[in-house]
């Protein structure tokens, strides 16, 4: 991989790292201004929980996130971003630009999502 894609990835990686950072801190705060609410109106406790379990997935979906765009800032500096974890294929450009934390090529994304 050149060097100047490299530093268009990293830049894309940082990016979304940054807007994961900023909408998790929101989350955060939301669910911290929740809690009081369920805990003194147990009469209102089904629609607060939901909402509540809402945000809670939504941050560990994007906490998820956070953790492969590390892994993928650790395999750009190591020189192994862009090749599949699993079969060492080159991962596709077009599939690198639209999700440059992706570990996976689409053939064995598709597998294990197939395996699920
Ligand atoms: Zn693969």
Same mark, same amino acid.
């Given at each position: 991989?050149?060097?100047?894609?490299?530093?268009?990835?990293?830049? /894309? /990686? /940082? %990016?979304?790292?940054?807007?994961?950072?900023?909408?998790?801190?929101?989350?955060? #705060?939301?669910?911290?201004?929740?809690?009081?609410?369920?805990? @003194?109106?147990?009469? %209102?406790?089904?629609?607060?929980?939901?909402?509540?379990?809402?945000?809670?997935?939504?941050?560990?979906?994007?906490?998820? @996130?956070?953790?492969?765009?590390?892994?993928?800032?650790?395999?750009?500096?190591?020189?192994?971003?862009?090749?599949?974890?699993?079969?060492?294929?080159?991962?596709?450009?077009?599939? /690198?630009?639209?999700?440059?934390?992706?570990?996976?090529?689409?053939?064995?994304? @598709?597998?294990?999502?197939?395996? #699920?």
């Amino acid at each position: 991989m050149e060097k100047s894609e490299k530093i268009r990835y990293e830049k /894309l /990686l /940082l %990016d979304r790292k940054k807007e994961l950072f900023e909408s998790l801190s929101e989350i955060v #705060q939301t669910s911290r201004e929740l809690d009081p609410g369920i805990a @003194q109106d147990i009469g %209102d406790k089904a629609e607060s929980s939901y909402t509540k379990e809402f945000l809670l997935s939504l941050s560990d979906t994007e906490r998820r @996130q956070l953790v492969m765009i590390d892994e993928a800032l650790k395999r750009l500096a190591a020189g192994r971003f862009g090749v599949c974890e699993d079969c060492g294929k080159e991962v596709s450009k077009k599939r /690198l630009s639209a999700l440059p934390w992706t570990p996976l090529c689409i053939e064995c994304r @598709q597998k294990h999502e197939a395996a #699920q």
